[in-house]
């Protein structure tokens, strides 16, 4: 019942910016943390950046300072916007919340279909 659609993932050149969305719909109680994170091939999924549901953010060493995470919660949705982008970025990318229907006693963890971000000349 619960769905997350990403979408702006694609193809763009090495310093180029994407902004990446994610929004859930469905029977929604309440959202709790919200994130993103990447797979590369050959490479363990790595999370990127969450961000709780009163706006505290986290993110990965690597992208510290490029990549912003947000969340809009009257849209049940989370954006990432991504700068500077380097080559090394190149991967499926992932939202996941962390969600409450209305007629579970907890929340359960949503993952998006993944969107390809590929960084290239």
């Known amino acids: 019942q619960v769905q997350l659609v990403e979408s702006g993932g694609g193809l763009v050149q090495p310093g180029g910016s994407l902004r990446l969305s994610c929004a859930a719909s469905?029977?929604?109680?309440?959202?709790?943390?919200m994130g993103w994170y990447r797979q590369a091939p050959g490479k363990q999924r790595e999370l990127v950046a969450q961000?709780?549901?009163?706006?505290?953010?986290n993110y990965a060493d690597s992208v510290k300072g490029r990549f912003t995470i947000s969340r809009d919660n009257a849209k049940n949705t989370v954006y990432l916007e991504m700068n500077s982008l380097k080559p090394e970025d190149t991967a499926v990318y992932y939202c996941?919340?962390?969600?409450?229907?209305?007629?579970?006693?907890?929340?359960?963890?949503?993952w998006g279909q993944g969107t390809q971000v590929t960084i290239s000349s």
């Open positions: 996941n919340a962390d969600i409450r229907t209305y007629w579970a006693l907890r929340a359960s963890a949503y």
């Open positions: 469905g029977n929604i109680f309440s959202i709790n943390a």
């Open positions: 961000i709780s549901s009163g706006g505290s953010t």
